[in-house]
Nanobody
Framework: QLRIVESGGALVQPGGSLTLSCTAS????????MSWFRQAPGNEREGVSC????????DVIDHLQGRFTISRDNAKNTVYLHINNLRLTDRGIYYC???????????????????WGQGTPVTVSS
């Protein structure tokens, strides 16, 4: 049973940067494609980015490309999401999710995932 814990959420000023972490236990992270989702207050949860098991392939949802970077370190069982130039619209709870075996064409759909973390909050405010 894979267990996922997110961390790194914080209060950040607009224009700032932030790196979120997602650490897994109970199974080998390298067996799973990993994604980040986010949910702003009053909004549905949306897919942000996905990374393949070996880290060589990544995808970012179209309207977030250029500011969001996903990476992973399988030796540390950890996945990261780096966010540049934070905007007010980036606020919300950020979730990490796992699915075997790879991202696939529907990685952005939350229904594709078997395991979820509890989320970490990101607040953007001046």
């Amino acid at each position: 049973q894979l267990r996922i814990v997110e961390s790194g959420g914080a209060l950040v000023q607009p224009g700032g940067s932030l790196t979120l972490s997602c650490t897994a236990s109970g199974s080998t992270l390298a067996l799973y494609a990993m994604s980040w989702f986010r949910q702003a207050p009053g909004n549905e949860r949306e897919g942000v980015s996905c990374i393949s098991t070996n880290g060589r392939n990544t995808d970012v949802i179209d309207h977030l490309q250029g500011r969001f970077t996903i990476s992973r370190d399988n030796a540390k069982n950890t996945v990261y999401l780096h966010i540049n130039n934070l905007r007010l619209t980036d606020r919300g709870i950020y979730y990490c999710a796992a699915r075997p075996p790879e991202c696939g064409s529907s990685w952005w759909s939350e229904w594709e995932y078997d395991y979820w973390g509890q989320g970490t909050p990101v607040t953007v405010s001046s």
